[in-house]
């Protein structure tokens, strides 16, 4: 993102225009409603995942002499027993999204707690990360629109105290969506942020994280994120 401020491009305020700026005006936390690799170094939390894992292959044994080339099946004329992976039919819970307020760059007070009507996305980045968010959240938004929650926590605790008021009003003046400010990382420690790349993680209605992904966008990751929500709003 661009300010208008052209050499004030700080990295911590840039941060926040992007998960920042990006956020659309689908799901802030509401101060009174209402924690890939790198997108493939997505962890194993939901079942479509699992579609690369091999066939259970269950093989016959017989006491006959091993051959060069040839197959067991080939040597028995039994032919192996194969076992599809199971077709899921819910999304895999394996955390519980902690509850938690923070204040927005308009020092007001937000919540962020379940159980909610609708999934939620969590955008997480810090300086490194700001850039990446941009490619999730947008597309997201463009197909699910108010469907789906999306909210941004803006992790802030490069920046020194003295500095906190100055950097909040500029980003009150740049920013027109509610972004919630981590100043001391204590929610992003929470949800498991380390910093250093974007996170997105997707929330079921009930506060249950289903799914995780850490750093720039992939169309894998991105198909997946799409098809999971797509699963939860069925579901609903």
Do not use: H
Request: aromatic share 6%; net charge positive; glycine share 10%.
């Amino acid at each position: 993102m661009t300010t208008r401020r052209q050499g004030f491009k700080a990295p911590l305020l840039l941060m926040t225009g992007l998960l920042l700026g990006c956020l659309p005006a689908c799901g802030a936390a509401s101060a009174v409603s209402a924690p890939i690799p790198r997108a493939a170094e997505t962890l194993p939390v939901s079942p479509w995942q699992s579609a690369a894992v091999p066939k259970r292959i269950i093989q016959t044994k017989v006491g006959l002499p091993q051959q060069a080339g040839v197959t067991p099946a080939a040597r028995t004329g039994i032919k192996p027993v194969v076992r599809p992976t199971p077709v899921p039919t819910a999304a895999v819970v394996y955390l519980q999204a902690p509850d938690f307020r923070l204040k927005d760059q308009n020092d007001k007070l937000l919540a962020y707690s379940f159980p909610k009507g609708k999934p939620s996305v969590l955008a997480f980045g810090d300086q490194k990360g700001s850039d990446q968010l941009d490619g999730w959240i947008k597309p997201l938004y463009a197909r699910f629109t108010d469907q789906v929650d999306i909210d941004g926590v803006a992790e802030l605790s490069a920046v020194p105290g003295f500095a906190r008021g100055m950097v909040r009003g500029i980003m009150g003046s740049l920013v027109p969506k509610p972004i919630m400010l981590d100043w001391d990382a204590s929610v992003s420690k929470a949800y498991g942020y380390k910093g250093g790349q974007a996170a997105i993680l997707v929330i079921n209605a009930s506060g249950g994280i289903v799914w995780r992904g850490t750093g720039a966008v992939t169309q894998t990751g991105l198909d997946e994120v799409a098809r999971l929500i797509g699963q939860l709003l069925q579901a609903a």
